[in-house]
């Protein structure tokens, strides 16, 4: 059975959590800290260019990159804050932005 977690009032630090999950699992806060930097390193190899784009953190969160295409500049757009008057939209390059999705079970632990 799952153990019982009390709400934090604050946010930890990268020592405390180390020292927090080191304690918790009986590791040594040096193979704590070394398991976060290879997870670090796991998801920047599936999200780096060139790769499948998507990293799965089982039961907790997805990360994944979406491709914005380029956008050409503009002129005479409507102006959305200001009815009635136009104005020019500048060109953007093209990007890729990382996203984070939580599922299922972290959702149920906000709930």
Known sequence: M????????????????????????????????????ELAVQVERHIKKGAVGQ?????LLKIKTVKKPARKAQKGVPNPFNPGTTMDVAAKP???????LALK???DMAG
């Open 2 to 37: 799952a153990k019982k977690t009390t709400a934090l009032k604050e946010a930890m630090t990268k020592t405390q959590l180390l020292n927090e999950l080191a304690d918790n699992t009986g590791l040594a806060k040096k193979d704590v800290a070394s398991v976060l930097d």
């Open 105 to 107: 079970k972290l959702k």
């Open 94 to 100: 093209a990007s890729v932005q990382v996203k984070a």
């Open 55 to 59: 990293f799965t953190l089982p039961g």
